[in-house]
């Protein structure tokens, strides 16, 4: 199973970027799907999730509002929108998924570990 993530790059502060995650050999559509991220020296967090029914999405305080996740079913494909970016969301992105209709609450989501597969990574950059 491979989660590919793309779309990182440098921007400035206040711009904006999407990035993207394609599934091989898994489907989306009944699956939770995550981005986390992880900054240098620091633990991987969680930033947003859309629950496998899509009647549920979780957002962390740090980037409510700014940052949204989307999926197109049809192509297999995740997304995150990243709005007003600051320097301090400067990290290393990774998608994940579930297993099949797995959802819960937002302890229960954001949590790393209930996220069986996951992608490599794409570095975001924010200059101030």
């Known amino acids: 199973v491979q989660l590919q993530a793309s779309g990182g790059g440098l921007v400035q502060a206040g711009g904006s970027l999407r990035l993207s995650c394609a599934a091989s050999?898994?489907?989306?559509?009944?699956?939770?799907v995550g981005w986390f991220r992880q900054a240098p020296g620091k633990e991987r967090e969680f930033v947003v999730c859309?629950?496998?029914?899509?009647?549920?999405?979780y957002s962390a305080d740090s980037v409510k509002g700014r940052f949204a996740i989307s999926r197109d079913n049809a192509n297999n494909t995740v997304y995150l929108q990243m709005n007003s970016l600051k320097p301090e969301d400067t990290a290393v992105y990774y998608c994940?998924?579930?297993?099949?209709?797995?959802?819960?609450?937002?302890?229960?989501?954001?949590?790393?570990?209930?996220?069986?597969?996951w992608g490599q990574g794409t570095q975001v950059t924010v200059s101030s």
């Open positions: 859309d629950s496998w029914s899509g009647d549920t999405a």
């Open positions: 994940a998924a579930t297993t099949t209709e797995y959802s819960g609450s937002y302890s229960r989501l954001s949590d790393r570990d209930k996220y069986r597969y």
């Open positions: 050999k898994i489907v989306f559509r009944r699956r939770t």
